[in-house]
């Protein structure tokens, strides 16, 4: 069975909605009678229409004043639309997702649409139709950036996830947001994971190999118990720690539990981002983790910092250690930032300033 959807940002509360649309073809403008009406001024009293041509869904304009636009192209005849094509009409935009499952073996494939439109209240993410295909083909690789200790020696490295679609960026932040708005950010958090790991081995099992995940894992605990089972179970050898960003940092006794489960599969527990958002001592002294990531926004130009700010940073150096966990400063860049570092005590560096994304220092 497949059932496709056309979703989209409404000023009405501001929400992100979709309403069938069961009968074709079906109408979209302004008049109260369309299948979807929508009360704007940029949409025509009869706008565009959706139908079905060659076994395809289609849709076209109806001579409308402001065009309708198939991923950013205006359309002057009937055009097929699929999983991941953004539809504008007028200051409207919809994205069309289609999804698919059978109910029983012998059930006949049935056609279901869905739409949800408005005032653009928020873009729609372009390259959602592209994220599909990059999941789909795998369409990842992973950079390891190093860590080193007090001394400068390689101790671990951070293994850092980057796209390799012709038509979408590398970059994984970009990636993870428009993989949001299709719901598929945890396959593809999943999928920099496996790259990841198979990438590190090719690098010396001595060092210790940094992972992150998606705050969205966390909420289902169980798939997440059963995902990290499965990584020890395939690279039972590899020294491994979790990084959980400090967002999701905020049920202790859960924090507690995984910081359990972790432990006896012998991965270890960081706590990522610490300082960019509402960082707090709570969860360190009541669910502590193994190391603490301070944020590059603790340690940028932390050599001009005022010295109430750099005794700041000392003094949280200095708790963390009375509570056993190590800290590791993020985004080093410069010489001046990575002698204070090391004076006022942090354990593990990370930043330019030792090595970027993808460099094998001391391989």
């Known amino acids: 069975m497949e059932i496709c959807f056309l979703e989209g940002y409404f000023t009405s509360g501001h929400v992100y909605s979709k309403v069938a649309v069961n009968h074709l073809p079906f109408l979209i403008g302004r008049m109260p009678d369309s299948g979807l009406p929508i009360d704007a001024d940029t949409i025509s009293r009869h706008h565009a ?9 289609c849709i076209k304009d109806l001579n409308s004043t402001n065009g309708t636009f198939l991923n950013d192209c205006k359309i002057t005849q009937s055009m097929p639309i699929e999983d991941g094509d953004i539809v504008r009409l007028g200051d409207v935009e919809l994205r069309v997702t289609i999804e698919s499952w059978h109910t029983t073996a012998t059930a006949d494939q049935q056609v279901h649409t869905y739409i949800a439109t408005g005032n653009v209240m ?3 993410a372009r390259g959602t139709k592209e994220i599909k295909e990059l999941i789909q083909h795998r369409q990842v690789k992973c950079a390891l950036q190093p860590i080193f200790d007090k001394h400068l020696t390689i ?3 951070e293994l850092l996830g980057r796209g390799n679609h012709p038509l ?57 118990y059963h995902h990290l089972d499965q990584i020890r179970e395939t690279y039972s050898q590899m020294k491994l720690v979790l990084e959980i960003p400090e967002k999701a940092v905020s049920n202790i006794q859960q924090m507690r539990n995984i910081k359990s489960h972790l432990h006896a599969l012998k991965i270890g527990l960081a706590y990522d ?14 669910a502590s983790p193994d190391i603490l990531k301070f944020d590059i926004c603790l340690i940028h130009n932390i050599d001009m910092a005022n010295q109430a700010r750099q005794r700041m940073v000392e003094m949280l150096v200095s708790y963390s250690h009375e509570q056993g966990i190590k800290v590791l400063a993020e985004g080093v860049e410069t010489a001046n930032e ?10 593990l560096l990370q930043g330019f300033y030792y090595g970027k994304p993808g460099e094998k220092i001391g391989c």
């Open 273 to 286: 981002d610490f300082g960019a958002g509402q960082a707090r001592l709570l969860e360190l002294s009541e």
């Open 122 to 124: 928020e873009k729609i």
């Open 49 to 57: 229409e959706i139908s079905r041509c060659d076994g395809q869904l």
């Open 155 to 157: 101790v671990a490295y």
């Open 338 to 347: 990575d002698k204070i570092c090391r004076q006022i005590g942090i354990d």
């Open 168 to 224: 979408l960026p590398e970059s994984p932040e970009t990636l993870l947001s428009i993989a949001e708005q299709r719901g598929t950010e945890i396959a593809l958090s999943e999928l920099f994971l496996e790259a990841g790991l198979i990438e590190a081995l090719n690098f010396p099992q001595d060092y210790f190999f940094f992972f992150n995940i998606h705050p969205k894992e966390i909420l289902d605990i169980n798939n997440l």
